[in-house]
């Protein structure tokens, strides 16, 4: 089971787990973050039919309903939360409500119905503003900069307490970086909004003209260019962890029955250098300014993944250019799809 599954990453990690053969996927996503239109590119892409639930996870009837309708769940993978950071400082108690809420239902879920593998969708925001880079799975969280990195500390606590009442229950905590691109089939990837957040969904906006400009938020840094540095990673590479981890928990090779991994490349980039590997994959220069910091903003966090690669045999596949050109030709498919829609 894959709560959030029309999302960004749970979409592309529910074609993952279905390339893997090993894996019959279901998905349980009230679509008030994505659209159900994802399982027809999960299909398009994988010939597989997945169902989704259209239920709201907070609404614990509904969905221990589909535990009742679904019979045998081996695993949950547990993406469904909200995760704009500034929109966590804006609406805290939205996001306190709705990803706590979706945690505690998950992890009562799976004392009910017996489930014995669960991967938690965390994120390296939980570490806070660290100066001791890179970041390793030990290295102490740091106070939570917003909201949103507050709830999956909080989720984080809630699953190890839970696994010392639910004896049958085994748990993996990812912590992602930042994952960017799309499928490389051009045919999925992130249905940003309208106005989106992050820097990859603006500066192909921006390559695509649907913005005229973006802004730099920030050359002033103690960094090497004076823009953050961030560890991004393909959004397919983040789906392979995920398909690699529940390997690991179903073949038992855990010693604990609470683990963590980040889920980053381990190679740290600046928004400037971003930039740049934009301009060579769209093929023209972007137009953007350098502006102010954006508040919240830590200077520069990237990971040691060597855990995840050394425990579960998770290595990144894509770089920086793949991520680019894969975004780049989502752009232009989404494009097109809206173009002919209306
Ligand atoms: C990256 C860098 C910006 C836009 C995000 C989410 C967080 C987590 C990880 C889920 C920053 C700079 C951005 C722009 C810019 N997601 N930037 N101009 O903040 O590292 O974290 O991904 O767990 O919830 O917030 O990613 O893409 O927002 O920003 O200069 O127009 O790009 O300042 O340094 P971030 P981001």
Request: with cysteine; proline share 3%.
């Amino acid at each position: 089971m894959v709560t959030g599954g029309c999302g960004y990453i749970g979409s592309h990690t529910i074609i993952a787990l279905i390339e893997s053969g090993k894996y019959d996927v279901v998905s349980v996503d009230n679509c008030a973050r994505s659209t159900a239109e994802a399982m027809r590119r999960v299909k398009e892409i994988t010939g597989v039919e997945v169902k989704n639930h259209q239920v709201d996870i907070c609404d614990r009837d509904a969905f221990f309903r589909v535990f009742e309708e679904e019979g045998d769940i081996a695993g949950v993978i547990h993406f469904a939360a909200y995760k704009a950071v500034g929109e966590s400082v804006e609406k805290p108690i939205m996001y306190y409500r709705n990803n706590l809420g979706t945690m505690m239902n998950v992890l009562e879920a799976c004392g009910k119905y017996h489930v014995k593998h669960l991967l938690f969708s965390s994120s390296a925001s939980v570490y806070g503003d660290i100066k001791d880079l890179p970041v390793t799975e030990l290295t102490p969280l740091g106070e939570a900069f917003c909201p949103y990195a507050h709830t999956k500390q909080i989720c984080e606590g809630m699953i190890r307490s839970e696994i010392v009442a639910d004896k049958e229950l085994t748990a993996l905590i990812l912590r992602y970086f930042n994952p960017v691109g799309a499928h490389p089939s051009g045919l999925n990837g992130e249905l940003s909004p309208d106005k989106p957040n992050n820097l990859i969904p603006i500066i192909m906006q921006v390559a695509s003209g649907k913005m005229t400009q973006m802004a730099v938020f920030g050359t002033d840094y103690d960094t090497r260019d004076g823009s953050c540095i961030r560890d991004y990673l393909h959004v397919c590479d983040v789906a392979d962890a995920h398909v690699k981890a529940m390997e690991y928990l179903m073949d038992g090779r855990n010693t604990e029955r609470c683990e963590v991994f980040n889920i980053g490349s381990g190679n740290g980039l600046s928004v400037l250098e971003m930039l740049d590997a934009a301009e060579k994959a769209v093929g023209h220069k972007l137009n953007y300014v350098l502006g102010d910091r954006r508040p919240g903003d830590v200077p520069a966090i990237y990971s040691d993944s060597r855990r995840a690669n050394e425990l579960l045999g998770w290595h990144c596949q894509y770089n920086v250019h793949d991520m680019m050109e894969s975004a780049w030709k989502w752009e232009k498919h989404v494009g097109l799809e809206l173009r002919t829609k209306n």
